[in-house]
């Protein structure tokens, strides 16, 4: 089941309306009881439907999930298309100035509160979650894989692990990597990164900033996964079919965890039956401006 409503993210865009997107399992059509992990991303219009993608191809999220019946919750949030960089902003923890963009004034953060803030509490409301670190993920690629990368760290104790495709390290590879030294991260903290081996095979400078940070995050003592894509591109195509290696690096330790996925399914059944009610669900709710 995929549902899309509009939102509002005032800190940001003030009465704005961009969509969010959530997947939920058919499993759950058939057990009210059941909870799952959830997969928050960015670039929500990209995540799911072709026909709702800035260059008309999705990562087709859904097709994957269900042909491999892996049982995850994608909630995911449309980006800022406004022509003055809406996207680079709010998709950046760090101001930053490029010779082909000018000034960027980073807006990552405030995203990120409201991500962490309000929408993810939302979501543990409306749907059937497991809303605990252990089974809360982030993902995006691009500058999302840098939101990604970024949100593991400031914000370690809400996500366990995130999914960074082809992440824009460039932007602020010096600030990144001192956050990444300087936090103290929880022993269980996974990552799957990659990157296409077209984006970088004549860039250098890309490709070493790359397996720098992959130093770092493997001396902080984060479990990564990461793939340098044969022939990748920077594109949700290439994306899409690496899903594959990604979503089953993602889920390692939930797979492992099924006793406390079912004991918590056992504790919440009663107290969400009692919240959610699918019909009247209000798809027009406004998000309220993050503290």
């Known amino acids: 089941m995929i549902k899309f409503w509009d939102v509002r993210i005032p800190p ?15 499993s759950y059509s058939e057990n009210l009881d059941l909870r799952y992990p959830v997969l928050y991303m960015f670039d929500g219009h990209n995540v799911f ?28 949030v449309e980006c800022n298309h406004s022509p003055d960089h809406g996207r680079l902003k709010e998709y950046s923890p760090y101001d930053f100035n490029n010779g082909e ?35 809360t993920f982030i993902g995006g690629s ?31 590879p010096i600030k990144l990597t001192t956050l990444i030294n ?10 799957y990164i990659d990157c296409g081996e077209s984006e970088v095979s ?7 900033l790359y397996y720098d940070i992959i130093d770092v995050l ?19 195509a290439s994306w899409e079919k690496q899903l594959e290696f990604a979503i089953p690096a993602l889920m390692y330790r939930t797979n492992r965890l099924e006793e406390q996925i079912a004991a918590s399914a056992e504790a919440d059944a009663d107290n969400f039956a009692d919240d959610y009610d699918e ?10 401006e993050v503290d």
């Open 49 to 76: 439907f072709d026909s709702h993608a800035t260059y008309d191809k999705s990562w087709g999220m859904m097709e994957y999930l269900e042909k491999t019946q892996t049982q995850l919750i994608v909630a995911a």
């Open 101 to 135: 963009y000018g000034a960027i004034k980073g807006l990552g953060e405030t995203t990120l509160r409201w991500f962490v803030n309000k929408f993810k509490p939302f979501i543990d409301k409306k749907y059937p979650t497991i809303p605990e670190r252990e089974f």
């Open 12 to 26: 940001l865009t003030g009465r704005e309306k961009r969509k969010a997107y959530i997947y939920v399992p058919d």
């Open 142 to 172: 691009s500058m999302g894989g840098l939101m990604s990368l970024y949100a593991l760290f400031k914000y370690n104790d809400v996500f366990s692990a995130a999914l960074s495709m082809s992440p824009s390290i460039w932007v602020a």
């Open 218 to 236: 493997n001396r902080k003592g984060v479990c990564v996964t990461h793939r340098m894509v044969p022939n990748g591109t920077h594109c949700e």
């Open 279 to 288: 019909d009247n669900y209000d798809a027009n709710f406004d998000f309220i």
């Open 182 to 191: 300087n936090t103290e991260i929880d022993p269980v903290t996974d990552l």
């Open 202 to 208: 004549s860039l250098h400078d890309k490709l070493n």
